[in-house]
């Protein structure tokens, strides 16, 4: 089954929003399979966004995303990877459609609240580099024969 990588970033914790977030993810009908409260170290910060290290916005991402707890999380079920990116929204909440997570909650592209795996093998990669195996939980829904058939 497919999975992803979810972060809600510090100022989404900061800002109250981790219920809010959580609840359009389990509403929609996916599975949350591993979520831990923590306050990334530079090494994860700097693996984890390894990808943009050559662009000038990488200090200031490292810093930030850093600077206090988060909320990662491991969510599962059919095409969640790229259904999760779509109802987060484009990169910059400015761009982001209303009804997404940043088109709904944020206004700067330095503080868009939530980060998500952008494709299929990104999020394996993801998962591992933030959980340990025994971290995620599998379980069967009571609800899931509502949701899938
Ligand atoms: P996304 O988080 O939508 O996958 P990304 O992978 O291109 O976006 O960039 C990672 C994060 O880096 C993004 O969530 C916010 C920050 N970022 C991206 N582009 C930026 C820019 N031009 N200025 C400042 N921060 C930026
Ligand atoms: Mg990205």
Redesign the pocket.
């Known amino acids: 089954m497919e999975r992803t990588f979810l972060a809600i970033?510090p100022d989404g914790v900061q800002r109250g929003l981790v219920g809010e977030i959580i609840g359009r993810f389990e509403a929609k009908g996916f599975k949350l399979v591993g979520m831990k409260l923590m306050t990334a170290s530079r090494e994860l910060a700097e693996q984890h966004?390894g990808?943009?290290k050559e662009?000038?916005?990488?200090a200031?991402?490292v810093d930030f995303i850093t600077s206090g707890p988060i909320v990662a999380m491991v969510w599962e079920g059919d095409g969640v990877v790229a259904s999760a990116?779509k109802m987060?929204?484009?990169?910059?909440p400015l761009n982001s459609e209303p009804g997404t997570i940043?088109g709904d909650l944020a206004v700067n592209?330095?503080r868009?609240i939530?980060?998500?795996?952008?494709a299929v093998e990104t999020a394996q990669q993801e998962i591992s580099l933030w959980f340990k195996e025994e971290e995620l939980s599998a379980w069967t829904p009571s609800l899931t024969p509502w949701i899938v058939e």
């Open positions: 970033k966004y990808v943009h662009r000038p916005f990488f200031g991402l990116r987060i929204g484009a990169t910059n940043r592209v330095g868009n939530i980060h998500g795996s952008d």
